[in-house]
C-alpha cells in the first residue's frame, strides 16, 4: 500500500527487453535500508525490486503490466516519481493507494490558474464514473483531489511544490497518465451494482 505522496524522483538508467522488460532506475534512496523484494511505486504502479546497487534498483515488468500503464513508452533518461511502501505507523499525507493502475488517461488541456496548473485529462469510459468531484485519484503515483468531472473529462490543479517534487513539472497535452481510482469508489460502485 502507498499514499500518493511522492518521496524521491528516479532516472531511467537502463530499460530493456527480454522474457519481460527489466528497468534500472536511479533513485536518492538509502538502498541498504531497501530489500531486495520490497515493493516501490513507480509511476504509481508498484513494482518489486530484484536488484540493487548504492544509488539504484531494478525492476522487471511483465506485458500485462506493460499493457494496461504507460510503462511501454518507459525509455533511459525518463523521470519517474517514486514512493516506498507505507509502513505502519506513516503518517497517511495522500490517500490509500495500491499501486495497481486501472488504465491511462491522457492530458487534453494544460492552463496556468494563479501560481497553479489547471490540467484537464480524458479517462477511459469505463473507468469515468469511478470519478467523482473532490474525490481522490492517482496519477503517475501521486495523490491529486479531482476539481471537476465532466463526461470522460476530469480536471485537477498542480501547486507549484507538487510541480517541483515530483515528474509533473514537464507534463504536457498528449501525455499518457498512469490512472488509479479510489478504492473506496470502487467498493461503492460495486456494491451499487449488485445491490
Request: proline content about 2%.
Amino acid at each position: 500500500m502507498f499514499t500518493g505522496i511522492i518521496t524521491d524522483i528516479g532516472i531511467l538508467r537502463r530499460v530493456e527487453m527480454r522474457g519481460d522488460m527489466r528497468a534500472r532506475i536511479g533513485c536518492g534512496y538509502d538502498m541498504a535500508g531497501v530489500d531486495l523484494g520490497a515493493s516501490i511505486a513507480c509511476d504509481g504502479v508498484c513494482l518489486t525490486v530484484v536488484a540493487k546497487g548504492a544509488d539504484w534498483f531494478d525492476v522487471d515488468i511483465s506485458a500485462e503490466t506493460l499493457s494496461k500503464t504507460n510503462l511501454s513508452a518507459w525509455a533511459e533518461g525518463r523521470r519517474v516519481n517514486l514512493e516506498r511502501a507505507l509502513k505502519v505507523g506513516d503518517e497517511l499525507g495522500g490517500h490509500i493507494v495500491s499501486g495497481h493502475v486501472d488504465g491511462v488517461a491522457r492530458i487534453v488541456d494544460i492552463r496556468p490558474e494563479g501560481d497553479s496548473l489547471r490540467v484537464t485529462f480524458g479517462a477511459p469510459a469505463d473507468l469515468a464514473r469511478f470519478i467523482a468531484p473532490k474525490g481522490s485519484v492517482a496519477l503517475n503515483g501521486t495523490s491529486l483531489t479531482v476539481n471537476e468531472v465532466e463526461g470522460t473529462r476530469f480536471g485537477i490543479n498542480l501547486i507549484p511544490h507538487t510541480q517541483e517534487v515530483t515528474n509533473w513539472g514537464g507534463a504536457a497535452v498528449g501525455d499518457a497518465v498512469n490512472l488509479e481510482i479510489d478504492t473506496l469508489a470502487r467498493y461503492v460502485a460495486r456494491l451499487a451494482d449488485i445491490g
